[in-house]
């Protein structure tokens, strides 16, 4: 490791992250022996094939998932050695999750969706609906965040997704495949608002995407092929060589 990695401040950190699916008898590997560091307020894209293992290490960094074999230290705390409630913990007041889906309540509002977790953190009604109100309006919601999912497009419904995830000022944000459900005009909306996350609240956003036009968005990209990385990119003109490397660190 060298000099800069032992002093770059570091959010998140995966340590020989091994993961495999076992259906009776037939053991099919899906990461091998991955390790990464990543840094505070940069958003940092993971992209690969379908069935490379992209969405099983978000799935594993963020503590949905407990891998194979290996580690994973998020903001000072090793997620393997929490229970069941205290990572439950972890995530309500530290992550952020936006997935494919929207995963949004149909009876709900927008403000309604946003304000719902905000109400698990021993917070005041006053100070959830200020926080509810200003991620909506951060992503450009505010006029129609007492809209229902029914009465919103796909890229609204998403923003709403968005500042759900934000609301909660998390250290943390993780996306799946956030822009595939959205035509071309939403999907850079949604690019545009995680890149704009990342650098005005100093977020740390791990993506998850196979959309190209992530990339030129993304300070970081690792690209994912059958469960190993192998590229790791500052920017799409600068690639970091990782032969011999052990850890992947900007």
Not at 26 to 42: C, F, M, N, Q
Not at 110 to 126: D, F, M, N, R
Not at 165 to 173: G, N, Q, R, S, T
């Amino acid at each position: 490791m060298n000099h800069l990695t032992s002093v770059t401040p570091v959010t998140l950190r995966a340590k020989n992250i091994r993961k495999s699916f076992i259906a009776g008898r037939v053991v099919t590997p899906v990461l091998h022996d991955i390790t990464l560091a990543i840094r505070p307020g940069e958003l940092t894209l993971i992209s690969g094939p379908s069935g490379c293992g992209k969405s099983t290490l978000l799935a594993i960094l963020s503590g949905l998932q407990s891998p194979g074999q290996g580690s994973v230290i998020a903001l000072g705390q090793d997620l393997g050695q929490l229970d069941a409630r205290a990572l439950e913990r972890f995530r309500l007041q530290h992550t952020g999750f936006v997935f494919q889906g929207f995963n949004l309540f149909p009876a709900l509002n927008a403000l309604q969706q946003v304000e719902l977790p905000l109400s698990y953190l021993g917070l005041t009604p006053k100070e959830v609906s200020r926080r509810a109100t200003r991620a909506l309006e951060e992503v450009g919601l505010g006029p129609r965040m007492h809209l229902r999912p029914s009465e919103l497009s796909g890229g609204e419904k998403q923003r709403v997704a968005i500042a759900r995830a934000v609301a909660k000022d998390p250290e943390l944000l993780f996306a799946d495949e956030p822009t595939s459900a959205l035509d071309a005009t939403n999907g850079q909306i949604i690019i545009n608002i995680l890149h704009r996350i990342a650098r005005d609240r100093g977020t740390t956003v791990l993506c998850v995407s196979h959309d190209p036009r992530l990339i030129n968005h993304s300070d970081r990209v690792l690209t994912i092929e059958d469960g190993r990385i192998l590229a790791d990119l500052t920017s799409p003109l600068h690639p970091i060589n990782i032969t011999g490397s052990k850890e992947h660190l900007l």
